[in-house]
């Protein structure tokens, strides 16, 4: 069984750092792109950032491009989020992502993330 397992949300203030973690297990991890998203009350989940299998590659939504670095560690089956410079509009719930070449996707059960101003 497919399980994403986010962890590391809390509150923190405007300006400072969390670092999210999503714990993959029941595939193979180090096969497959990883990607986070996020939703806020009210608004549509939204992509945030995503990494490739094995060379680093990653990509960036704009409102994060500067201040959030994913990567990973395929050794021990876990993807990261530092979030540095937080803002109150980062307030969301984030979820851990695999979007499967055959179709579809699997999401974790995810992690509050609130900043105070």
């Known amino acids: 069984e497919v399980q994403l397992v986010e962890s590391g949300g809390g509150l923190v203030q405007a300006g400072g750092s969390l670092r999210l973690s999503c714990a993959a297990s029941?595939?193979?991890?180090?096969?497959?792109?990883i990607g986070w998203f996020r939703q806020a009350p009210g608004k549509e989940r939204e992509g945030v950032s995503c990494?490739?299998?094995?060379?680093?590659?990653?990509d960036y939504a704009d409102y994060v491009q500067g201040r959030f670095t994913i990567s990973r560690d395929n050794a021990k089956n876990t993807g990261y989020l530092q979030m540095n410079n937080v803002k109150p509009e980062d307030t969301a719930v984030y979820y851990c992502?695999?979007?499967?070449?055959?179709?579809?996707?699997?999401w974790g059960q995810g992690t509050q993330v609130t900043v105070s101003s």
């Open positions: 992502n695999v979007r499967w070449p055959w179709g579809g996707d699997s």
């Open positions: 029941g595939f193979t991890f180090d096969r497959y792109p």
């Open positions: 990494i490739s299998i094995s060379d680093g590659r990653s």
